[in-house]
């Protein structure tokens, strides 16, 4: 049992991890807030002194504005919903036995740990060129006008390369989860004669319910700062400018960092707002 002195002794151990932590997010966040209430313009004149919530409204009642939060939130959907169904059947199939298991989950995996910029420029120029791309090859293979992805199907094409870098994730937690079924209850199961549908529907999926609400969570923090995709692949246009891409444009055009703040603020809010329905509705499954 841990004494008054050890647990003294503890927190002393833990304080300085602690300061840091805590500096580490409320400098940058000070700082924006602070900023987000002034006219700074460091390439013209520097501070020009206070504005107060003229960079809130001037943000706010740009015609980008909506168009950027409904794409941010249309891309996060999209990548869960993807991510969260293909990553429960490929954890499902790389469960089973197989030869040359481990080799395969290794490249399964494998996708996670390329950078984000990396992995938006093969998929833009090795398989969604609309002329040299595999796609395109593919799609002359059978007939058809091959098809310029990031012209005529921006979101989708975003969607796609997004979750492509983040399926693997989804799986390996997701794979962990169905390791640590009991495998009786399906055997159970299977004796009584429950077909393999409701095997998945009434004892796979309810034990996944945490995994799947992990990946939920974990996958919306990052994808609501999506940026390094679209910097490469189509820059903003065609409908997959994000709140986080409109800040960086704005602040790249207008050179105003205090009207960048207010966005980054606003970007804030919303990761909160979104934060807060996802624990309510889809973190209740940590209590279940």
């Given amino acids: 049992m841990a004494t008054k002195a050890s647990r003294s002794a503890a927190r002393l151990m833990m304080a300085p991890a602690v300061v840091l932590l ?25 501070d020009l002194g206070w504005v107060g919530f003229d960079n809130y409204a001037r943000f706010l009642s740009s ?23 293909f990553g429960v059947l490929l954890a499902m199939l790389l469960d089973q036995p197989m030869w040359g298991q481990g080799v395969v989950r290794i490249l399964v995996i494998a996708p996670f740990f390329v950078m984000p910029t990396v992995s938006a420029l093969v998929w833009k120029n090795m398989f969604m060129d609309p002329v040299n791309g595999l796609f395109a090859h593919l799609w002359k293979a059978v007939g ?20 492509w870098q983040w399926l693997p994730f989804a799986t390996l937690i997701l794979l962990t989860a169905i390791q640590s ?58 409908g997959t400018k994000t709140l986080t891409y409109l800040i960086f444009q704005r602040v790249l055009e207008s050179q105003n960092v205090g009207l960048g703040s207010a966005g980054g603020v606003y970007a804030i809010i919303l990761a909160n707002i979104v934060a807060i329905f996802l624990m309510r509705i889809v973190g209740k499954n940590l209590d279940a």
């Fill in 63 to 85: 015609s980008s504005f909506w168009p950027s939060v409904q794409a941010t939130l249309l891309i996060v959907g999209g990548v869960l919903a993807i991510t969260v169904v």
């Fill in 181 to 238: 079924l009991d495998s009786e209850q399906l055997e159970a199961a299977e004796m009584d004669g429950a077909p393999p549908l409701k095997r998945f529907g009434y004892i796979i999926l309810p034990h996944l319910g945490r995994a799947i609400t992990v990946v939920v969570l974990i996958q919306t923090i990052f994808l609501l700062s999506i940026f390094a995709e679209i910097f490469v692949t189509t820059q903003g246009s065609f």
């Fill in 22 to 46: 805590l500096g580490w997010m409320l400098v940058p966040l000070t700082m924006t807030i602070y900023f987000s209430f002034k006219k700074y313009l460091p390439l013209r004149g520097g």
């Fill in 144 to 163: 058809a006008e091959p098809i310029a992805w990031l012209t005529e199907a921006s979101l989708p094409s975003i969607i796609m390369i997004v979750s």
